[in-house]
Structure formats: C-alpha cells, structure tokens
Nanobody
Framework: QVQLVESGGGLVQAGGSLRLSCAAS????????MGWYRQAPGKQRELVAT???????NYADSVKGRFTISRDNAKNTVYLQMNSLKPEDTAVYYC?????????WGQGTQVTVSS
C-alpha cells in the first residue's frame, strides 16, 4: 500500500514563497516517478511538475522559472518549492506517485495566494 501525505500549504501574499512536501510510505521510493498536480475550483486537475526516478524534471509552462521540484530518496520525500507566487496559483495541490504497478495520489494541501 502506498501512502502519500502532503504538507506545507497555506495562505501567502502574491510574490511570496511556499515549500510543499510529500512524504511517501513506500519501500522502493527511488523507483517511483513523482509529481505535483493542482486543481482550482471548477477547473481540471493539471500537471505542475514531475521528477523521474533518474532526476529528470519537467514543468508546466505556467510555473517554469518559479517552481522547483526535487526529491530526497533517503527521506522518501518530494518537494515543491514555489516562488513568486501569483493568485492564479491558488489551488489544492496533490502529490502523485507512479511506477509500473500503478498510480497513487495524496489527499492534497490547499495553497491560497492573495493579491
């Protein structure tokens, strides 16, 4: 069973920063592709960033240059450093883990950016 627990969300002013964490309860964390997705009210869930088991990253165009995804395999944790936050970044942010066997989601953490 894979468990993902997000933390670090909150309320910040535009231009501020937050760091989200996703702690994974798995025995082979390094084998998973990890990602962050977000969903705003009335919107589709969208990809924010992913990091592969080999460390390759990709980002949505809307967050390039502002967000950084990273992973610490020793801690079974993936991070999303969010800088220069905009009101448009307001959403519930979800952690995702995937490997050959399946796809797993966390419960989400709320990020609210005020103007």
């Amino acid at each position: 069973q894979v468990q993902l627990v997000e933390s670090g969300g909150g309320l910040v002013q535009a231009g501020g920063s937050l760091r989200l964490s996703c702690a994974a309860s798995v025995s082979t964390f390094s084998l998973y592709v990890m990602g962050w997705y977000r969903q705003a009210p009335g919107k589709q869930r969208e990809l924010v960033a992913t990091v592969s088991s080999g460390g390759s990253t990709n980002y949505a165009d809307s967050v390039k240059g502002r967000f950084t995804i990273s992973r610490d395999n020793a801690k079974n944790t993936v991070y999303l450093q969010m800088n220069s936050l905009k009101p448009e970044d307001t959403a519930v942010y979800y952690c995702k883990a995937s490997n050959f066997a399946g796809v797993y989601w966390g419960q989400g953490t709320q990020v609210t950016v005020s103007s």
